[in-house]
């Protein structure tokens, strides 16, 4: 266990529909990294936030979007979904306090089918 | 950008065999994450590597950078049907300071040991 939970494990939803991914972080981390698992594209990374500022964006669609609350914890929103969204979310954090590499640990991943 | 190639794309190996899964880089090397994967599953976080030569080892598995930061190798020895799995090797996409550390994955190894 990585210590950072996702929540929903599956989700089963209609093309057009919104839905909302929630990652809570391992305890003490400021970072939360979004990234998306397909089996076309692999392991990209989608978004960044550090202390609840948006840090980094990768090759995250317009149509997605994402937050960092003040507990830590973050949401990915994905809308007007397509077929082609159909993956594997994952969220990962870790530490970050300063320069130098810091352990990315991942979540179990959320399992999007878009019907 | 950088692109990570892993080397084999898969490998079947007897169980007791020691085996090796190559990362290399396009670019210098700020940093080496190895991560192993269950089929639909989040990712384990294995090894960190930071610097050239550096070598870890946990359990049966090594991990080394090389001297030039440009390539890493995953050695398992005497393998086991535990170690199946999908391997990622990730890396840092630059040195920068602060705490943007989005992760570039290369395309995985797909490991079977058959007992």
């Known amino acids: 266990d990585s210590g950072v939970t996702q929540t929903p494990k599956h989700l089963i939803t209609a093309t057009g529909q919104r839905v909302t991914l929630r990652c809570s972080p391992r305890?003490?981390?400021?970072?939360v990294y979004w990234y998306q698992q397909s089996l076309d594209q692999g392991l990209q990374f989608l978004i960044q936030?550090?202390?609840?500022?948006?840090?980094a964006k990768g090759n995250i669609l317009e149509r997605f979007s994402a937050q960092q609350f003040p507990d830590l914890h973050s949401e990915l929103n994905l809308s007007s979904l397509e077929l082609g969204d159909s993956a594997l979310y994952f969220c990962?954090?870790?530490?970050?306090?300063?320069?130098?590499?810091?352990?990315?640990?991942f979540g179990p991943g959320t399992r999007l089918t878009v019907t | 950008s950088q692109e990570l190639e892993q080397s084999p794309q898969s490998l079947i190996v007897q169980e007791g065999k020691n085996l090796t899964i190559n990362c290399t880089s396009s670019?210098?090397?700020?940093?080496l994450y190895w991560y192993k994967q269950k089929y639909g599953e989040g990712l384990i976080f294995l090894m960190m590597?930071?610097?050239?030569?550096e070598e870890k080892s946990h359990e049966k598995i090594t991990a080394k950078l090389d001297e030039k930061k440009q390539q890493s190798s995953l050695h398992i020895t005497a393998s086991q049907p535990s170690h199946a799995g999908i391997y990622l090797c990730?890396?840092?996409?630059?040195?920068?300071?602060?705490?943007?550390?989005?992760?570039?994955f290369g395309s995985g190894t797909q490991l079977t040991v058959l007992p």
């Open positions: 990962a954090s870790s530490a970050n306090v300063g320069t130098g590499e810091y352990e990315q640990y």
């Open positions: 590597l930071q610097k050239g030569g």
């Open positions: 990730g890396a840092p996409r630059s040195i920068s300071s602060g705490s943007a550390r989005q992760l570039t």
């Open positions: 305890s003490g981390d400021l970072s």
């Open positions: 936030y550090y202390n609840g500022e948006e840090r």
């Open positions: 670019k210098t090397l700020y940093g």
